[in-house]
């Protein structure tokens, strides 16, 4: 079992930035990567971005120069700041453990999710 505690959600206006943070617990040793997914009303959860044990960091187009991701293995935790915040990245944001291909940086969540953290970006 895994759990995982999100917590740096709030509203911010257009242009601004939050950071995210997420501490992982139990049994994580045979996870090598962490990622977030966001999901917006409606819609899909989609991953936002991930990170493997050795630093590979793939994000989805739209956050790529905006959004980075980092992690503290010694804590099991891992990190979202981001920047230039749009209305369009209002969703809840979401931690997971995975794994993650070496070779084409591909994340494969497992059914571990923390509660989600509420991100709202005012226009």
């Known amino acids: 079992q895994v759990q995982l505690v999100e917590s740096g959600g709030g509203l911010v206006q257009a242009g601004g930035s939050l950071r995210l943070s997420c501490v992982a617990s139990?049994?994580?040793?045979?996870?090598?990567?962490m990622g977030w997914y966001r999901q917006a009303a409606g819609k899909q959860r989609e991953l936002v971005a991930g990170?493997?044990?050795?630093?590979?960091?793939p994000y989805v187009d739209d956050v790529k120069g905006r959004f980075t991701i980092s992690r503290d293995n010694a804590k099991n935790a891992v990190y979202l700041q981001m920047n230039s915040l749009k209305p369009e990245d209002t969703a809840v944001y979401y931690c997971?453990?995975?794994?993650?291909?070496?070779?084409?940086?591909?994340?494969?969540?497992?059914?571990?999710w923390g509660q989600g953290t509420q991100v709202t970006v005012s226009s």
């Open positions: 997971n453990v995975g794994r993650m291909n070496y070779w084409s940086g591909s994340y494969y969540p497992e059914d571990y």
């Open positions: 139990g049994n994580t040793l045979n996870f090598n990567a």
């Open positions: 990170i493997s044990s050795s630093g590979r960091t």
